[in-house]
């Protein structure tokens, strides 16, 4: 197989990029005297015109402009192609190739009295020598004269004549370039296979002969027929699929006699081996476009497998359906099996199960998860959903307990989706969010809406749907749990037998640990690869992060707006920047002046520093030189108060500064907790916004020094649990709050 692969590829690279462009006419179409088209024009240097004789006994001669039915000495000449007493064989298909294309070529039929009637072709014929004068001096000849005498064959060999190359003796240029190839193609497998000790495929003659035979034309490789179909089928892409059968007689002469298997060996590799489903996906939309009625019976365009013939339309869906469900795939291997990779890590019986579930998820969605206009609120009784489930429960039913199962398994994934798109809408401002069975709505609009949805970040995609359901929410209740937990329970088997298990045989990241608090946390671990994640992570929607400020931070009289403005001015937030930024303090550093404004940790401070510090504590029913008496008393009385409060009130949980009482604060310096961390740190969400927590004082303060603005030189005593930053101007611009407390609650 890898032989045949790599042939396939080399193969068709070559032709892609060395043959010119290919014409065909047709000779003795219908048994009439033509050529059809009767001329060509725009033919360019090294384009091929292959002439396909489908009936009578015709040639292929070269004449002159002036005396169109006499053989030009030592031109191009087919011979008689005797379509009738042929047996087959490529002597019905004869080649030329185009080496001067600036003078216009002309060809008669050499049979007795065809060319006087009118059977005759041109090459680039111009506006002072046209097809019409060529062909009526043509029909001004007699049969048997002078200017048209009996024709005696003088088949050419590879000769050049006026223009035009005869491709029909020995090995042409382009042949032995294109032979060379291959060659090569076939000592790269063999190398390939003996260092990997791969098995190869026993080269004989048949496959490479040591002495080419002799060819007509350039129409035939010295490949077995069903060698070429097997490179045809192998294909990746109806695109390549195109390309290969334009460029080689040979390839379209497979490709015409095999149409429907090729193309449906090509459909399988772009939708894999879950082509039955896709195909049924596509067939009920297409029957819904043509008719504007959607097939609900169950058996209709059912799952067939093996060659089926797929039109333009079918397979143009497929295609769409695979990019799409390439996606979803890649997307579920993420967040279930592996979290690293950028492409699917599942096997390919996993990938099967997957795609199949996601396609017959996809067609029950397409039925039967429409919005009913009729459907009425008051009718949202009992019998009405009862009439529901029987028909959801009649079309799951013809799936086998294991198909179900996956099915509601990539149901549980379309739901994670929804509950990540929602963490990006506010509550209650979108019509989605505020519906009832918002859950089951979101899984009726099907697989490839919400990821529609995911890549979005919104709702957008289905609110017009959002918007005539709303009433009738009632229809959607336990759109698929409902029907299938009751063919399960028909059954007598398990509804959720190991969830994730049915699809994926293994989970390699199941078991991994928090690289800081060493918690097994599985898949829900974040580091660079997937920081974009993040957006769905309860507490970490770049949305919620302003909430993770220490103290009051948040609350600031002034830094509030600003801080909203950049965590919510997009749902495209870019979490790798931000964490980067914010990880980058986690390394320890040498301190430099530029840190003698921040408040140095006990663990780092010099004795002299301590003995300051405890001295201006003792002192503290001094009035500081930097605040009024009235500042300074309302400061003592907003921190005597509210100390229970700023101590609770930070939104970080329990990273968030406490009481003495309570839990000891953790340290802020990076020589700290959080030393040794960076983006490729795998992090459970808690340490994630931990760490977030811990630096983001520290990172705004340096965010806005990088903008150019002017941070207050003197720091406030309570530091960010200030309660009066909240609420008076002039304390919270005349001081800096992002910073820990040197006094009060926190210290």
Not at 83 to 90: E, F, I, K, L, R
Not at 318 to 326: H, P, R
Not at 628 to 649: F, Y
Not at 682 to 694: Q, W
Request: hydrophobic share 35%; proline share 5%.
């Amino acid at each position: 197989m890898q032989f045949f692969i790599a042939l396939l590829y080399l193969t068709a690279l070559f032709f892609s990029c060395a043959l010119a462009k290919d014409f065909d006419v047709a000779v003795g179409e219908n048994a009439a005297l033509t050529f059809n088209p009767s001329s060509l024009t725009g033919v360019q240097n090294g384009d091929t015109i292959t002439f396909h004789f489908l009936s009578g006994n015709h040639t292929l001669t070269q004449s002159t402009f002036d005396e169109p039915c006499k053989a030009k000495e030592g031109g191009v000449d087919s011979g008689y192609q005797d379509v009738q007493n042929a047996g087959g064989g490529d002597r019905l298909h004869y080649s030329i190739t185009i080496n001067n294309a600036s003078t216009p070529l002309w060809f008669f039929c050499g049979q007795t009295g065809h060319c006087p009637r009118g059977m005759v072709f041109a090459v680039n014929p111009t506006a002072d020598k046209t097809f019409a004068d060529f062909q009526g001096t043509a029909k001004q000849v007699t049969p048997g004269s002078a200017a048209n005498p009996d024709y005696v064959p003088s088949v050419t060999t590879n000769t050049t004549v006026s223009g035009a190359t005869a491709n029909n003796g020995a090995l042409s240029a382009v042949w032995a370039t294109s032979y060379g190839w291959l060659t090569a193609a076939v000592a790269g497998v063999r190398i390939a296979s003996d260092q990997c000790g791969l098995p190869y495929p026993n080269l004989n003659a048949r496959m490479l002969p040591v002495r080419l035979p002799t060819m007509r034309h350039f129409t035939s490789l010295p490949l077995d027929d069903d060698i070429l179909q097997l490179i045809l089928c192998q294909l990746p892409d109806y695109k390549s699929l195109q390309s290969a059968i334009c460029s080689c007689k040979a390839f379209h002469r497979i490709y015409r006699t095999y149409p429907v298997q090729i193309e449906y060996a090509v459909a399988t590799n772009i939708a894999g081996p879950s082509i039955p489903q896709a195909l049924r996906v596509a067939r009920f939309e297409l029957f819904e476009d043509l008719t504007g009625e959607v097939e609900e019976r169950k058996d209709a365009f059912p799952e067939t497998n093996g060659p089926v013939r797929l039109d333009r339309q079918e397979k143009q869906l497929i295609y769409e359906y695979t990019k799409k469900v390439d996606r979803l795939e890649t997307l579920f291997s993420r967040r279930h099996k592996t979290r690293k990779p950028t492409v699917s890590q599942l096997t390919s019986l996993e990938s099967l199960r997957f795609r199949r579930a996601v396609y017959r998820l996809m067609l029950y969605c397409h039925i039967h998860g429409g919005v009913d206009d009729d459907w009425e609120a008051e009718e949202s009784d009992r019998e009405s959903i009862e009439e529901l489930y029987e028909k959801h429960r009649d079309f799951l039913d013809q799936y086998g307990t294991d198909d179900l199962r996956e099915m509601q398994a990539v149901a549980d994934f379309i739901t994670e989706i929804a509950h990540c798109v929602r963490r990006e809408v506010e509550s209650g401002e979108h019509v989605i969010v505020s519906m009832d069975f918002f859950d089951d709505f979101f899984l009726a609009r099907g697989p490839l809406a919400a990821l529609e949805c995911y890549d979005a970040r919104s709702f957008a995609p289905i609110e017009e749907d959002a918007i005539d359901a709303d009433g009738s929410e009632m229809m959607f209740c336990a759109f698929l749990s409902q029907p299938v937990a009751r063919i399960m329970s028909a059954r007598k088997a398990d509804y959720r037998s190991n969830h994730w298990r049915a699809i994926l045989d293994s989970i390699p990241d199941e078991h991994a640990t928090c690289d800081r608090c060493h918690e097994v946390k599985g898949l829900e671990l974040y580091d660079e690869t997937n920081y974009d994640d993040l957006f769905g992570v309860e507490g970490l929607n770049h949305r919620e992060l302003p909430s993770l400020f220490k103290g009051h931070l948040s609350r600031h009289y002034t830094e509030r707006f600003e801080i909203g403005a950049y965590f919510d001015g997009t749902a495209f937030f870019d979490y790798g920047a931000f964490l980067k930024a914010i990880l980058a303090y986690s390394t320890p550093v040498v301190a430099s002046a530029s840190d003698a404004s921040a408040p140095a940790d006990a663990s780092t401070r010099s004795p002299a520093a301590a003995a300051a510090t405890a001295s201006s504590s003792v002192a503290a029913t001094a009035a500081p030189q930097s605040m009024s008496l009235e500042e300074w008393a309302e400061a003592i009385d907003d921190d005597e108060s509210g100390a229970s409060e700023a101590s609770s009130g930070s939104a970080s949980g329990a990273f968030a500064s406490s009481s003495a009482s309570a839990q000891p604060a953790l340290p802020s310096s990076p020589r700290g907790p959080w030393d040794g961390l960076s983006t490729s740190s795998a992090l459970c969400a808690e340490c994630l916004k931990g760490v977030i927590s811990e630096f983001l004082p520290r990172w705004w303060l340096d965010r806005k020094r990088n903008a150019g603005e002017t941070i207050p030189a003197e720091n406030c005593w309570y530091g960010w649990n200030c309660r009066t930053q909240t609420h008076r101007l002039q304390h919270a611009t005349r001081l800096n709050h992002f910073c820990k407390p040197s006094r009060g609650d926190g210290v």
